[in-house]
Nanobody
Framework: QVRLVESGGGLVQAGGSLRLSCAASGSIFSMRTMAWYRQAPGKQRELVARITGGGTTFYSDSVTGRFTISRDNAKNTVYLQMNTLKPEDTAVYYC???????????WGQGTQVTVSS
């Protein structure tokens, strides 16, 4: 049974920073590709960033240069450091464990991030 629990969301002013955490249980965390997605009201869920077990990262164009995904395999935790936040970053952020084809297999419950202008 894989369980993903996000934390760290909240309300921040534009230009501010937040760090999201996702604690994972089950399976072999260090070998798994993990990702952060987000879903804004009325929009489809979109990939924000992903990180492989070996540490290779990928970012969507909208967050490149502002967000950093990282992982601590000893703690079974993946992080998303979000800097220079914009109102358009407002969304529910979800942690996901990806499968071999980079499709999401397991989801966390989500954490709300609200950026005020």
């Amino acid at each position: 049974q894989v369980r993903l629990v996000e934390s760290g969301g909240g309300l921040v002013q534009a230009g501010g920073s937040l760090r999201l955490s996702c604690a994972a249980s089950g399976s072999i965390f260090s070998m798994r590709t993990m990702a952060w997605y987000r879903q804004a009201p009325g929009k489809q869920r979109e990939l924000v960033a992903r990180i492989t077990g070996g540490g290779t990262t990928f970012y969507s164009d909208s967050v490149t240069g502002r967000f950093t995904i990282s992982r601590d395999n000893a703690k079974n935790t993946v992080y998303l450091q979000m800097n220079t936040l914009k109102p358009e970053d407002t969304a529910v952020y979800y942690c996901a464990r990806l499968g071999a084809d980079y499709g999401p297999v397991y989801w966390g419950q989500g954490t709300q991030v609200t950026v005020s202008s």
